[in-house]
């Protein structure tokens, strides 16, 4: 009855706290959509990698400037052709310039994308190539954006709002859940310490979100998603079997 009765006190603190974890899987798994998504939405054509700078997150009434960096690596002038593949529900638009470079100069394209570039209802999709130009290669970059916000806030606030209110409700719900369960048995200090990890993991997939780094994105997210399956397995739906 004293088990039923914590466990019953500690719901609470368990649902906040799988709020903020879920909160947390859904920005990066938002940037991790993106940029699966933009880095299949084009052929992929370019010798080597080319950095492009976008915005995680526009609002749907805001606007975000796209933004990649041309390096001439070469002793002599050259013209490379820079494309900006942006996508749109009627069709990818290109916007190509024709940059004069002199020897080793680096030059900053940019371009500005709003919501009407959207597809997929939340997404919009960059891909910028430059040209191969002589003996200067080609190079591709490509970036998702997600268009969403919070109330009346600009992309990066919301985002920034969304990423605080992740981590403020996973400590609340610990918080909650640790008041109720002390002092901790070895069956509550298992639970804790294997939330603990839930929430690293977690953590460091959104980390990982914010430079783009889909790979570690996917890794973190999809381990997070089967240890907090085996959590809820043991300690939530069958807690009897701890026990013992």
Not at 16 to 22: M, R, S, V, Y
Not at 56 to 78: H, K, R, V, W
Not at 132 to 156: E, P, W
Not at 170 to 180: F, K
Request: with cysteine; charged share 15%.
């Amino acid at each position: 009855m004293v088990r039923l009765k914590r466990f019953v006190l500690s719901l609470p603190g368990i649902l906040i706290f799988l709020i903020g974890i879920f909160l947390e899987l859904s920005l990066s798994g938002g940037v991790l959509w993106g940029e699966v998504e933009a880095r299949s939405y084009t052929p992929q054509i370019g010798d080597l990698g080319l950095a492009v700078n976008c915005p995680l997150m526009l609002s749907p009434t805001g606007s975000g400037t796209i933004s990649a960096a041309i390096t001439n690596t070469l002793d002599e002038e050259t013209k490379p052709v820079v494309t900006a593949e942006i996508s749109r529900i009627d069709g990818l638009q290109q916007l190509r310039q024709t940059l004069d470079l002199a020897p080793h100069e680096t030059r900053i394209t940019r371009w500005t994308v709003d919501s009407s570039y959207m597809i997929f209802g939340r997404l919009i999709l960059v891909n910028i190539v430059q040209s191969r130009y002589s003996g200067l290669s080609s190079r591709q970059g490509a970036c998702g954006i997600l268009v969403f916000n919070v109330s009346k806030l600009n992309g990066v606030n919301s985002f920034n709002l969304l990423c605080f209110a992740a981590l403020l409700c996973i400590l609340l719900g610990a918080a909650i859940w640790l008041r109720v369960n002390r002092p901790l048995d070895n069956y509550h200090r298992s639970a804790a310490q294997a939330c603990g990890i839930v929430t690293g993991m977690a953590t460091a997939g959104l980390l990982a979100a914010l430079p783009r780094w889909w790979g570690l994105i996917m890794f973190f997210d999809a381990l997070t998603l089967i240890v907090l399956a085996v959590v809820l397995i043991e300690f939530v739906l069958f807690p009897g079997r701890q026990q013992y």
